[in-house]
């Protein structure tokens, strides 16, 4: 499992630590149990993502939306175990869709097996979540179900594209309800099961859907801006395979007349760039780009509102440490 503070916690509080330090590893115990099967290949099938590991950044934020209430409360972990798994069961379905030959430094599920495996998987890791969600009680059942539904309409949409004259709105719409959507539900039911008040419990809501959507931007300026020991892959890897990232969509709606502007939107407009000199000349061009400057702007701007959204919670050390997440994704960029 990830240090605490790779994910971008600040704890100063060494009590605070220890105790979601706890709930995770129980969290990751329970979730080596709850994909066992009776086949054995499905075992190891379902099991290939859990054991490459991953940030697990739901159960985190389980954990820390629980401190809000009592973070040993018996259906926390189960909480955060059906987070976990409804994520990695959209893994397994991403990476065919995407034709991804590698998952977390690791070959992905459908290239060790097959598409039609993966996709299995996928529908079983779902369904084991389901599961568990059933002993948390019909609301938990009915939140996992419509986080499931915006899931699946956030994939659509990328699926189809901009259907409007705006595509830097439709890719924000995408995020918030394939990566916020996912994270709201984890630090709603980190609240929700630690025994959280209902104000405190909406409050971690809205804090997890937007610290997600801001999460996720700033991975997408770390592939154009970082080298690959601090993004973990090859940089540019998203313009080669032509993924419309909020630099990329900034610099082509740009008027700016400028020689280098002009220059990379000609690049950017031709679709994926595979050729290795353009490639190269691309993201040399929008690491100075006004477009990657704004789109710094935009993942800080969606940072301090996340910070904003917590403002009505107690002054505690969870909370600060919830305050810590803002403040490294509005940096891990700069």
């Given at each position: 499992m990830a240090g605490?503070?790779?994910?971008?916690?600040?704890?100063?509080?060494?009590?605070?630590?220890?105790?979601?330090?706890?709930?995770?590893?129980?969290?990751?115990?329970?979730?080596?149990?709850?994909?066992?099967?009776?086949?054995?290949?499905v075992t190891e099938a379902a099991r290939h993502l859990v054991d490459a590991g991953g940030k697990r950044f739901r159960p985190l934020l389980v954990a820390l939306?629980?401190?809000?209430?009592?973070?040993?409360?018996p259906l926390v972990v189960p909480a955060a175990v059906v987070m976990e798994l409804t994520h990695l069961a959209t893994l397994y379905h991403d990476d065919v869709m995407d034709e991804a030959a590698v998952r977390r430094g690791a070959p992905s599920a459908n290239s060790r097996w097959?598409?039609?495996?993966?996709?299995?998987?996928?529908?079983?890791?779902?369904?084991?979540?389901?599961?568990?969600?059933?002993?948390?009680?019909?609301?938990?059942?009915?939140?996992?179900?419509?986080?499931?539904?915006?899931l699946v309409h956030g994939q659509i949409a990328e699926t189809v594209g901009p259907r409007t004259d705006d595509p830097v709105a439709h890719y924000l719409d995408v995020i918030s309800e394939k990566t916020?959507?996912?994270?709201?539900?984890?630090?709603?039911?980190?609240?929700?099961?630690?025994?959280?008040?209902?104000?405190?419990?909406?409050?971690?809501?809205?804090?997890?859907?937007?610290?997600?959507?801001?999460?996720?931007?700033?991975?997408?300026l770390l592939d154009i801006a970082s080298d690959s020991v601090q993004s973990g892959k090859t940089p540019g890897t998203d313009l080669r395979e032509g993924v419309p990232t909020l630099p990329v969509l900034y610099a082509l709606a740009s008027d700016d007349a400028d020689a280098a502007s002009v220059r990379l939107r000609e690049i950017l407009a031709a679709g994926p760039v595979t050729d290795d000199d353009l490639h190269a000349e691309a993201l040399g061009l929008l690491r100075e780009s006004p477009a990657?400057?704004?789109?710094?702007e935009t993942v800080r701007t969606y940072a301090e509102e996340a910070r904003s959204q917590l403002a009505s919670l107690p002054d505690t050390s969870s909370r600060r440490a919830l305050e810590s997440l803002c403040d490294f994704i509005a940096d891990r960029t700069n």
């Open positions: 605490l503070t790779s994910i971008g916690v600040d704890f100063v509080d060494s009590v605070l630590e220890a105790s979601v330090l706890r709930t995770l590893g129980a969290v990751e115990a329970e979730l080596r149990l709850s994909v066992e099967s009776a086949d054995p290949f939306g629980a401190q809000f209430g009592d973070p040993s409360a097959t598409n039609s495996v993966a996709i299995l998987v996928g529908d079983y890791l779902f369904a084991r979540a389901a599961d568990i969600a059933a002993d948390l009680g019909p609301e938990a059942v009915r939140l996992q179900a419509r986080t499931f539904a915006r916020g959507s996912l994270i709201a539900t984890s630090a709603r039911f980190g609240g929700m099961f630690g025994g959280a008040t209902p104000a405190h419990i909406e409050a971690l809501a809205g804090y997890g859907e937007t610290i997600g959507v801001a999460f996720q931007l700033s991975d997408d990657l400057k704004r789109a710094r």
